[in-house]
């Protein structure tokens, strides 16, 4: 395949997946447009400045830091059930705007109540989606790329501006609170072995990256701003495609729906308490369901690595240094070779552990694999058993059931996969129960 003038391969096979997972680090230089929005982010960084940054990265999201979000997430997946409220029994309606308001990670990261649940216009929110629809316009379409001539769009190239300035104002101005605040209470002590104590109990990423980075003295301000702003762009959109898919398929076919519904009611009973750390390891139908939707329907399909040098994959062919590789994450999930016949179907109790007997660990990377694959996987699916909970234990949803078990669903290209609105949303109605 032909990347302009430039020649890219594309890889389906887990086994040449793996080689170059595991050894070619590079992001592809068609990332360089998000880097005009997150600058060194560890998502994006050139691999000397990503070690780096991944390493300080890490600590912030292991799961006992996770584990301490879930106040949060307890209160937040209930606004969401709450907000849905008004709209559900009116007929069709779209919920991905509930979804991408909840997904927003501002208050783990920041600490900050954007209360983006209760208006749908808070301008920090507004301007991530624009910018995304904006990025992935840029990356699709040739003519949008050379700087010069995105340039000349005057009003792509304004609003760009105009969305990547409110982003980068906003979570300075939040860096310059906490500094302020962290010099009124002396909690500015050289924190240098990355051992961040157990007890975080209202700290947020801001406060977890400062400590990691080496106190005051460790990142600067735009290196913390960039680390907030690639955890806020790469956890809202993924998570939210995750959950709207899921509601989409579970619309679709009724009977797992209701595998879902009964194993709330066995964790929930009547009770309409909050979310519990407790709860979610009961859950673990949901979490098949989830599964099996990000094996259809993986929230990043495609990864795009760049190759320094010439690698050898398993499969004998070379891939030339200087190339693009386009790793399908879609094709690894569908592939009938290692997912059996039934590869296309929706089948969520192929995850059962007694069943799941996958030959090569690259057959199923919706957080990808490899040293670079995804900080967020617990938070991530935390954020997504939460939210699905919190709907199903109130709501039905009510789709057109598919007639067979594979699912057919429209796709439209972003950045990331979603649903194509308007035609597949799925209808939430009342659950009488
Ligand atoms: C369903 C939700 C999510 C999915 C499917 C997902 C998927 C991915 C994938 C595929 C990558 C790897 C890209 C590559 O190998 O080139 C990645 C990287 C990353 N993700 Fe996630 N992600 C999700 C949620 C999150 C969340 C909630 C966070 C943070 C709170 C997060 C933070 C990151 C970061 C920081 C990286 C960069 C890692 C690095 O380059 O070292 N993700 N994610």
Request: charged fraction near 25%; glycine fraction near 6%.
């Amino acid at each position: 395949m032909n990347k302009g003038s430039q020649k890219c391969e594309l890889l389906v096979d887990p086994v040449n997946i793996e080689t170059v997972l595991k050894s070619c680090l590079e992001k592809d230089d068609l990332h360089r447009f998000i880097r005009n929005v997150i600058g060194n982010g560890v998502i994006v960084a050139p691999v000397p400045i990503w070690k780096i940054r991944r390493k300080v990265m890490m600590p912030a999201l292991t799961p006992k830091i996770v584990e301490s979000f879930i106040d949060i997430f307890a209160t937040q997946t209930n606004v969401l059930a709450q907000k849905l409220e008004p709209s559900c029994g009116t007929g069709e309606f779209s919920v991905w705007p509930f979804i991408n308001r909840y997904t927003l990670v501002t208050e783990t990261a920041l600490g900050v109540k954007l209360k983006a649940q209760d208006d749908p216009n808070v301008p920090f929110l507004t301007a991530l989606n624009r910018v995304t629809n904006l990025l992935s316009e840029r990356i699709f379409h040739l003519w949008l790329q050379p700087d010069w001539l995105y340039k000349l769009f005057r009003g792509k190239y304004t609003e760009h501006e105009k969305c990547r300035f409110t982003m980068r104002d906003f979570v300075a101005e939040v860096i310059s609170k906490k500094r302020e605040e962290r010099a009124i209470n002396k909690t500015s002590e050289i924190e240098t072995d990355f051992n961040i104590k157990d007890s975080h109990k209202d700290q947020t990423f801001l406060d977890l990256l400062i400590k990691s980075s080496g106190g005051d003295k460790g990142y600067n301000d735009v290196e913390l701003r960039e680390e907030i702003l690639t955890l806020i762009i790469a956890g809202t959109d993924t998570s939210a495609v995750a959950i709207a898919n899921t509601l989409v398929l579970l619309g679709k076919y009724p009977k797992i729906q209701e595998k879902v519904h009964e194993e709330l009611s066995s964790v929930y009973g009547d009770s309409d308490r909050l979310l519990d750390k407790e709860d979610l390891p009961k859950l673990q139908y949901l979490e098949r369901v989830i599964k099996e939707s990000m094996r259809l329907y993986p929230p990043a399909p495609f990864l795009v690595r760049k190759l320094l040098r010439e690698v050898a994959l398993p499969s004998g062919h070379v891939l030339p240094a200087g190339s693009g590789v386009i790793i399908s994450i879609w094709g690894a999930h569908r592939n009938p070779k290692y997912w059996g016949p039934d590869a296309e179907c929706f089948y969520p109790d192929r995850f059962l552990p007694e069943r799941l007997n996958l030959p090569h660990p690259c057959c199923y990377l919706p957080f990808s694999n490899g040293p670079r694959n995804c900080v967020g996987y617990q938070y991530a699916m935390m954020s997504m058993k939460g939210a699905l909970s919190a709907i199903l234990r109130r709501y039905k949803v009510i789709g057109t059931p598919e007639e067979g078990p594979i699912p057919r669903m429209k796709m439209k290209i972003d950045i990331m996969y979603n649903y194509r609105e308007n035609e597949t949303n799925p209808k939430m109605h009342y659950m009488y129960l």
